[in-house]
């Protein structure tokens, strides 16, 4: 934050003695009586600024939004593997993976989401759900080729679930960086300001226009903060994907008599 603070001190002063060496040395034809032009170029910069910047992050926090929800779907795509993998598990091994990926699932929806939404954390509960499945999967051994290549695949959808969830993990600690968000603040700043800075009259016109300016800043700033956490906002990522899983899950061979979350 130090050298930002420096480098904008230092363009501004910079700024300034160019304009006061420019002054001496410009013809005096070049000069104006009056100063009112002088903030006109500013003022229409800082709004440049504002409107770039806040595209700019815009633009980087969907980005974000879009990778989680991409995760999720990963994620749901590595269970469902599994689970149809075990299909073919002998009928212990069988019942016992998949009633722990109903398990996970079930917990993830019921309690890492809200989780997610209140203390931007995953569950801890379901990190051992997911561990003692992959220990279950691991520990089948059998000389039937087909088991051992269901076996095979059910630990490759393991591995997707848990980079998935890895990645999920990291979704949770993505911020938007420090001086994009003093760029932002310092932009909205000039902008309200701008009424005053451009000498507009106090008039009930103005102060309408003016109330009409401070909701547009507030609202982009507001809705940067909303898409900056993908799973705790109003618009942050949905847990449809596990929904759906839970469903398939339910309505594929051999869940019979199993239990369900």
Not at 60 to 86: F, I, M, N, P
Request: charged content about 20%; aromatic content about 6%; some cysteine.
């Amino acid at each position: 934050m130090a050298r930002e603070l420096l480098v904008a001190c230092g363009a501004a002063l910079i700024a300034v003695v160019i304009f006061l060496v420019g002054d001496r040395l410009r013809p005096k034809s070049w000069r104006r009586i009056s100063d009112e032009s002088s903030g006109t170029l500013p003022l229409d910069l800082a709004k440049t600024f504002f409107t770039a910047v806040v595209a700019f992050v815009f633009v980087v926090c969907w980005q974000q939004h879009q990778s989680a929800h991409d995760h999720t779907v990963t994620e749901t795509k590595g269970l469902l593997d599994t689970y149809r993998a075990a299909e073919v598990m002998p009928a212990p091994q069988r019942q016992q993976v998949q009633d722990l990926l109903r398990d996970y699932v079930g917990q993830v929806i019921d309690s890492e989401w809200p989780l997610m939404r209140d203390q931007g954390r995953l569950s801890d509960a379901a990190d051992a759900t997911l561990r003692t499945l992959r220990d279950t999967v691991v520990s089948l051994r059998s000389p039937d080729s087909v088991v051992t290549d269901a076996r095979s695949r059910a630990l490759s959808g393991l591995d997707q679930v848990a980079h998935a969830r890895y990645d999920r993990a990291l979704d949770q600690e993505r911020n938007i960086p420090v001086f994009l968000y003093v760029a932002v603040c310092f932009g909205a700043v000039l902008v309200l300001l701008n009424p005053v800075l451009s000498g507009i009259a106090f008039t009930r016109r103005s102060v309408v226009m003016t109330a009409l300016l401070g909701i547009v800043v507030g609202s982009a700033l507001l809705a940067l903060h909303e898409m900056e956490r993908p799973y705790a906002s109003v618009v942050g990522v949905s847990n449809d994907a596990f929904v759906y899983a839970r469903s398939q899950c339910r309505d594929l061979p051999g869940t019979a008599g199993s239990s369900t979350q």
